[in-house]
């Protein structure tokens, strides 16, 4: 009988010097080269439960605002966190627009609420904030923009409003930037106690108990601003969705 000795070379530089080193997650050999130093699988074991699953992104994005977090949503799909962001970026692309979703303003009676939002982005020192406008009336964010916590972000936002909501009183707290509201006449900047901006402090308080991003003093944060900004749109755009179905 003839045995063969098939001898193993690295795939990057072809060296013979390799050891084995340990295994991957998925039980497969792993060895080191001591040439390179790098370390590789040279060969894959076919596991059935690497097949791809079909999973149901609507049921990720609902556990998805309710707190949950990405690597939350990934252990309870038996999925890899990779696999979360491909499907939700999928997800993203068919969010509609937040603009379709925003009901026009008829009545000239409605109050907007303004008022900023600190969250945090890859570390606890860049924080981001988030900065919306609320109609008392259907109790939708007609408008919203994430950035600084300077006057400039606020124009941004201000930029952002529909026309007819813009004409509309509205009310904010003390925050210096909302003093360039005094020119349009019917904007008062009011103390919490007042209960004029009572309606978006509540809507915080949904949004951070929905979206594990926001929950103050959590870790989980988010590691990417394309994300962050992905997030809060999705938020948004869900409970915006859900306003105008009750209001019709
Ligand atoms: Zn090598």
């Known amino acids: ?57 609507e049921a990720i994005r609902r556990v998805f605002l309710e707190r949950l977090s990405l690597r939350g949503v990934a252990r309870i799909f038996l999925i890899s966190y990779y696999r979360v962001y491909k499907e939700l970026d999928l997800y993203f692309l068919l969010l509609p627009k937040f603009r379709t ?39 939708q964010i007609v408008a919203y923009v994430i950035g600084d916590r300077s006057e400039e972000t606020f124009k941004r936002l201000i930029r952002k409003i529909p026309l007819n909501y813009l004409k509309c009183v509205s009310y904010s707290d003390y925050w210096k930037s909302y003093a360039i509201l005094k020119a349009k006449g019917n904007h008062q900047q009011v103390g919490k106690e007042s209960g004029k901006t009572n309606h978006i402090e509540r809507y915080w308080a949904t949004l951070r108990a929905r979206i594990s991003r926001y929950v103050r003093k959590s870790l989980s944060f988010s590691r990417s601003l394309r994300y962050h900004h992905l997030v809060t749109k999705l938020f948004i755009v869900d409970y915006n969705q859900n306003c105008s179905s009750t209001l019709f």
């Open 1 to 57: 009988m003839i045995s063969v000795t098939k001898i193993e070379k690295c795939p990057c530089c072809s060296s013979e010097n390799i050891v084995k080193n340990g295994f991957t997650k998925a039980k497969n050999q792993r060895v080191l080269c001591k040439n390179c130093s790098k370390s590789r699988v040279l060969h894959k074991k076919s596991n059935p439960n690497n097949q791809i699953k079909a999973i149901d992104i």
């Open 101 to 139: 979703q925003v009901v026009d303003n008829k009545e000239v009676n409605d109050v907007i609420e303004f008022d900023e939002l600190c969250g945090f982005c890859q570390n606890k020192k860049n924080k981001q904030w988030l900065w919306a406008a609320l109609s008392r009336r259907t109790r």
